[in-house]
């Protein structure tokens, strides 16, 4: 069916809702329901983070702290989508992050933890959470493995003093690096055991028990995951705008990062236009991500230096105080709209960074223009960001903070977020905590599905026939009323469980 002339005028076409004075958020706008003749699996979400970076989905985990380390890295990837590692460590801790999530292949993250044959483990407190402890001829991970001690072994031994290579069980028995999930559950599974190292070129990666090959068996079937030309997961790197930042960038690279962030607030800065003019020069087969920009000038000034991607948003994170400290940002949905019209001229993928509170919010960012989303709140709360979870008022919660806030500058990025000369602090972000939400790897593949059904009810089965149906004004907007928006959510209940799946 063809709707290029609608019957009569109805709802608003972007480009005039858009062009009105108003910064408008997600939850301000609401798409009009299109025409349906596809099932919801049609629905195609894989996009572009930037230029050269393809995703089978448009899902982007923050270069926070409190967010993108390894293990998010290495599950973001498996997902289809990416992690941008943050920058708040030393180069080399952040390389090591980088080269750890590129180093394995199933989204499991154990941390085993080694000895070598002629320590001693003298407490149970030595095994931490694991059941068996790995030895390797230098007793640390990338080192040739030996054999193992477990728990229960360690448990009957009568003198704890003796050294491992008295009673370890020698064993080189493992796994390549690179086998997949129905790979080792087989092995597991013909061996009768309940463990297996992966070995990469001779040396320990990680260790995989049953128990979390049986945790991820439980989780949606994961699709093709994102592998670069490396053959690695694909993972990405943050950096700043400064001197050091070359060095720290030469780091990064070496440790395979396939694109690097340039992380800022306010993008359009002279530092940032030499950074990635640097970047280009040095590094041409690198894609890198300008940001963060809200305006078409920021952005135009961004693409002319060169970017293969733009992050967009200023002040709508979850965690934000810009706009109240600075005065200064755009409401999430205008910026995203406005930004995406002048990139897609270029060909240059736009990332809509902060805001995102649920799946809806997904659809809206992704319709009005951009190809993928950052997503910090969103992530921050499962079991493969960092840090341990803890207990506030009875509910499971992990930490999460603003990169800008006191907390997270005091750690390491006060050079980059207070000027060289500054003397007075100032935060932009707070520090706060999330509930958890269990694994992205269950999460975010029920997610992707509610976003279908979006793209669906609006007639797109892709986010480019999605962005054609907004420019050529057959996808028709309106503003919400607060009265509107109240009515768009559950009301009027005493009470209510809200469980999505
Ligand atoms: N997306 C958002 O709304 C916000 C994000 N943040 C986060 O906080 C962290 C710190 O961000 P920022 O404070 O923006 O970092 P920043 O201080 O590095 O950047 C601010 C901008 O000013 C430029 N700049 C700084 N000093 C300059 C000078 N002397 N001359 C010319 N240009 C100069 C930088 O290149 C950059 O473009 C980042 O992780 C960022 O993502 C912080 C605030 C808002
Ligand atoms: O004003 C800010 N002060 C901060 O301290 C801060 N830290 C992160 N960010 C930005 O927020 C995004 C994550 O937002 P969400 O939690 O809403 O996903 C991130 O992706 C960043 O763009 C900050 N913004
Ligand atoms: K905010």
């Keep these: 069916m063809n709707f290029t002339q609608p019957p009569s005028e109805d709802g608003f076409a972007a480009e005039k809702l858009f062009n009105q004075g108003y910064s408008y958020t997600y939850d301000d706008v609401i798409f009009l329901p299109h025409y349906i003749d596809f099932p919801t699996d049609a629905v195609q979400l894989d996009t572009r983070l930037s230029r050269n970076i393809p995703l089978s989905i448009p899902c982007v985990a923050s270069p926070m702290d409190t967010v993108s380390e390894s293990h998010m890295a ?56 694991s059941q068996c402890i790995l030895v390797t001829e230098s007793g640390s991970v990338k080192s040739k493995l030996l054999g193992y001690v477990s728990k229960s072994d360690w448990m009957k031994l009568s003198d704890k003093e003796v050294k491992i290579y008295d009673y370890m069980v020698n064993s080189s028995v493992s796994v ?71 060095e720290r960038l030469e780091h990064l690279v070496k440790a395979g990062a396939n694109v690097v962030v340039l992380d800022s607030s306010q993008g359009n800065s002279i530092y940032q236009i030499e950074m990635i003019k640097y970047v280009k020069k040095m590094y041409p087969e690198l894609d890198v991500i300008g940001g963060n920009v809200v305006t078409v000038n920021q952005a135009a000034n961004l693409i002319q230096a060169g970017v293969d991607g733009l992050r967009v948003g200023m002040g709508s994170g979850s965690i934000c105080t810009t706009q109240e400290v600075c005065a200064v940002g755009r409401g999430q949905a205008t910026a995203v709209y406005k930004v995406s019209s002048i990139a897609s001229k270029s060909g240059v993928p736009v990332i809509a960074d902060g805001g995102i509170s649920y799946s809806g919010h997904i659809v809206k960012a992704l319709v009005l223009g ?45 050079a980059r977020y207070l000027g060289d000369t500054a003397k007075l602090k100032i935060a932009q972000g707070v520090v706060g905590a999330v509930a958890d939400k269990g694994s992205v790897l269950k999460f975010i593949p029920y997610t992707m599905q509610a976003v279908k059904q979006g793209f669906q009810d609006l007639g797109a089965s892709s986010l480019l026939s999605a962005h054609d149906l907004l420019r050529s004004r057959e996808l028709r907007l309106e503003v919400r009323t607060g009265a509107a928006q109240v009515e768009g959510a559950v009301h009027g209940l005493v009470s209510y469980e809200k469980k999505s799946f």
């Design 74 to 129: 290495v599950a973001m990837a498996a997902l289809g989508g990416i992690a941008i590692i943050h920058s708040n460590t030393t180069p080399s801790g952040q390389a090591a992050m980088i080269r750890s999530a590129k180093s394995r292949r199933v989204p499991i993250h154990s941390n085993p933890i080694f000895s070598s044959p002629s320590g001693r483990i003298v407490s149970i407190d030595d095994f931490g959470d």
């Design 176 to 246: 390549p690096w690179s086998s997949n999930l129905s790979e080792i559950d087989a092995f597991l599974e013909g061996k009768s055991r309940d463990f297996v190292p992966l070995v990469r070129d001779d040396e320990v990666v990680d260790v995989v028990t049953k128990e979390e090959v049986e945790r991820i068996k439980g989780y949606p079937k994961l699709v093709a995951g994102s592998i670069g030309a490396d053959g690695e997961w694909l993972v990405g790197a943050a950096i700043g705008t400064r001197e050091q930042d070359r």
């Design 370 to 414: 951009a190809s993928t989303v950052m997503m910090g709140s969103f992530l921050a709360g499962s079991t493969e960001a960092p840090g341990a979870y803890s207990y506030l008022n009875g509910q499971r919660i992990k930490k999460y903070r603003g990169m800008g806030s006191l907390e997270a500058m005091t750690k390491g990025s006060d």
